[in-house]
């Protein structure tokens, strides 16, 4: 399985692509929301929800979830081997901390204040709970995309995963 290799570098680059995406809200960009009139805050996290699904962005999120998946089942039958440990774990990793999380976490509290409107009393009641909830769960696929990354990267350099 010359591909391998490959694709377990492409899924590191893709989850170090991501978790520089997710470091950016956690670190400052969800704090600078919150310091925004609730109104105004709401009005540039609706608006951001809306510009972050680009061609570019899902390429690498959904691309990496995708390549996760194809590396599991590729080195299962390969389990014996630390690399290939490695590697089914940076994958499962991946799509449960950081695909599930989006999907399950992330993606519904997105809807819901897509919902409000931003001068609202449902909106000025939903920010607080949005802010710290969604800042939650983004705390948590920013450490499993880093996470991920690691994990690929020990992969490659053991070296079980090039075969």
């Known amino acids: 399985m010359r591909w391998l290799p490959v694709l377990t570098f ?9 978790a520089g995406v997710f470091f950016g809200f956690s670190s400052f960009v969800m704090k600078a929301l919150g310091r925004l009139p609730t109104g105004k805050g709401v009005e540039a996290m609706q608006s951001i929800n809306i510009a972050a699904v680009t061609p570019a962005f899902m390429l690498v999120f959904m691309g990496t979830a995708l390549a996760a998946l194809a590396l599991g089942v590729a080195v299962i039958p390969r389990l014996n081997e630390t690399g290939a440990r ?11 901390g950081v695909f599930g ?8 509290m997105n809807d819901a204040l ?5 001068g609202s009393q449902e909106a000025a009641t939903y920010w607080p709970r949005y802010l710290s909830g969604w800042s939650l769960w983004n705390h948590a696929r920013t450490a499993a995309s880093l996470l991920s990354l690691v994990l690929y990267i020990l992969a490659l350099r053991i070296g079980n995963a090039n075969s």
Do not use: D, E, Q, R
Request: no cysteine; glycine share 16%; charged share 5%.
């Open 10 to 18: 492409a899924a590191a680059i893709g989850s170090g692509l991501v």
């Open 86 to 96: 490695l590697v089914l774990a940076g994958g499962l990793i991946y799509l449960i």
């Open 101 to 108: 999380v989006t999907v399950w976490g992330n993606v519904p």
């Open 114 to 118: 897509a919902k409000l409107s931003p």
